[in-house]
């Protein structure tokens, strides 16, 4: 008994170790970030604009550095963190609720159906209303269509989280479809423009957009941690949740529909950032288990790290070239995962939430 107090201290410990240090490295990540461009500002320039934000008339600096490093440099690096914090959050959630360690709002549809409504606009100008806000909106409105439909498949008490999965990847294949048919009758250099956004890319970010993503990550976190209960039951079962009081089919449409939501914020905005939502996740419960209280903050702070990291490779790598971050995480993320998974299978594998031989969700203790 002794034992298993000083593992589950041990465990706790670490957790928040983790925690504090990914923050502070995210925290200087940032810092170092922000300097980074193609442009001949210095970093000492950058900092005192920054500073003179918080203490007006500090330093001297010329109005165009002041307006080139708070309209182009600081949102992106800002959107960078809330976004990666989002997208981990919602996979997170997507995969306790589904009990998959694969599933994520972007296996449920949500990035192809929103490039399809972002495709509409730029290569058509169909959309809801006209200006800069028209492909956001249209890659919002599109990108909740599956959570409709999804939502709807789950009135059925019958319906499984895996088939809800398989009308995921279903949808998701259908609107993958009717982007590259629509890509076919834009002329070369909209096409162009809706590829990059499919990709998922910050170099269109402006600071009006920050705020959105923030205060979605705000909501999303607080009603995560709110269910952490709900979801550590859903984890060992739909019966066992249920004999625990947790009503489980409320409480998975309400988490499905957070997730999907504050996902399809993040890609109105930015693209198709993908990968973060998977990967961000499994490398929280290899460190720190299964639990959900860790594993929501752990997820959120791993994201915006790893969304930071991509965006320094994708704003360096061949400065002054701004390459497209959602293909850095990619090209990235695919093969850390697959490493992950293979560096020591049986634990990796418990830890996802898979056992390999029977396929079904094992619940990890906290």
Known sequence: MDAAKGEIKRL????????????????????WSVTIS???????????????TIFPGTFDVPYRTTHIVMNTYLPRVLMAMV?????????????????NSLATPYTLGVSSSAAFGASLSILFGITAVA??????????????????????????????????????????????????LSQYFGDAE??????FWTVG???????????????????????????????????MGDDTATSLGVNVHTTRVVLMVLACFSTAVVVSFVGAIGFICLLAPHISRL????????????????GALLL?????????LVNPIMLPVGAITAVIGGPVLVYLLFKSRSSSFRFAGIEPWRHRWIPVSS
């Open 12 to 31: 706790h410990k670490r957790r928040i170790l983790y925690i504090v240090v990914a923050t502070i490295a995210l925290v200087l990540l940032m810092s």
């Open 38 to 52: 193609s442009t001949t500002i210095t970093p000492v320039q950058v900092y005192e604009v920054l500073i003179n």
């Open 83 to 99: 976004a990666g914090a989002l997208l981990a959050i919602g996979g997170a959630v997507t995969q306790t609720i589904m009990r």
């Open 131 to 180: 200006g800069r806000y028209g492909t956001i909106l249209n890659a919002f409105i599109f990108s909740l269509i599956p959570a409709m439909i999804i939502l709807l498949a789950s009135s059925r008490r019958n319906m499984s989280p895996a088939s809800m999965v398989l009308i995921g990847v279903a949808i998701s294949y259908m609107f993958s479809a009717c982007t590259t």
């Open 190 to 195: 909209a096409t162009k423009t809706a590829m």
């Open 201 to 235: 890319d910050l170099n269109s970010v402006l600071l009006e957009f920050v705020p959105y993503v923030a205060v979605t990550l705000v909501a999303t976190f607080i009603i995560s941690m709110y269910l952490t209960k709900n979801m550590d039951a859903l984890r």
């Open 287 to 302: 460190i720190g288990g299964g639990s959900i209280r860790f594993l929501i903050p752990a997820s959120a702070v791993t």
């Open 308 to 316: 930071t990291i991509a965006d320094i490779i994708a704003k360096d």
